[in-house]
């Protein structure tokens, strides 16, 4: 490996990228994934104050308050914030997660609502966001499920998790081209 100089500015985000890891342990791939798991890890679901949210924007994250608070991932309340829990955020936006490019939280929320007794939409839907048992989605959700406090939550999505194998493969089932019943000429 060759050595090179890098800028101050360089080493400082190199100094936010790894100081956010050991805040969160790595997980979510994308700014918004990262905040709400930064949240949970910092505050669970308990308010905050606006000094205490732009410490977690500051320390390598690339996401506006204005824009999570829009999408309802934040709720305001004078000079304090929460975190939205998820289930809420799916009840209220049904077609929250609906494209592949939206933040792997949104497809977690989404799923975790899907997972209450609608199998066949969560079928449909992980086809679509997280086919495979190897997909970044499933190493999300084990990270959400780390770091969410106890309760109907933190408890649906490890059933969830428990339950990946049986999806993925019941998943790979349904992709699989049926077989189809050629006549004899006889």
Not at 94 to 105: E, N
Not at 128 to 141: V, Y
Not at 151 to 157: A, F, M, R, Y
Request: net charge negative; proline share 5%; with cysteine.
């Amino acid at each position: 490996t060759q050595w090179r100089p890098v800028s101050v500015e360089e080493l400082l985000e190199y100094a936010r990228d790894c100081a956010f890891k050991a805040l969160v342990g790595g997980g979510g791939e994308d700014p918004t994934t990262r905040f709400v798991l930064a949240w949970l890890n910092l505050f669970g679901y308990s308010k905050a104050s606006h000094d205490e949210v732009n410490r977690i924007v500051q320390i390598g994250l690339n996401v506006d308050l204005q824009d999570l608070a829009s999408r309802n991932i934040l709720t305001r309340t004078g000079n304090e914030e929460s975190l939205t829990p998820g289930l809420d955020r799916a009840k209220a936006k049904a077609t929250l997660g609906d494209s592949p490019d939206d933040p792997r939280i949104d497809h977690i929320h989404r799923s975790l609502h899907l997972f209450q007794g609608k199998r066949a939409q969560l079928l449909s839907y992980l086809s679509k966001i997280a086919p495979t048992s190897e997909h970044p989605f499933w190493r999300s959700l084990a990270g959400y499920s780390e770091v969410l406090p106890d309760g109907d939550e933190k408890k649906l999505s490890k059933e969830l998790l428990a339950t990946k194998d049986s999806l993925t493969t019941e998943l790979a089932s349904m992709n699989q081209p049926k077989p189809v019943q050629q006549e004899l000429g006889f």
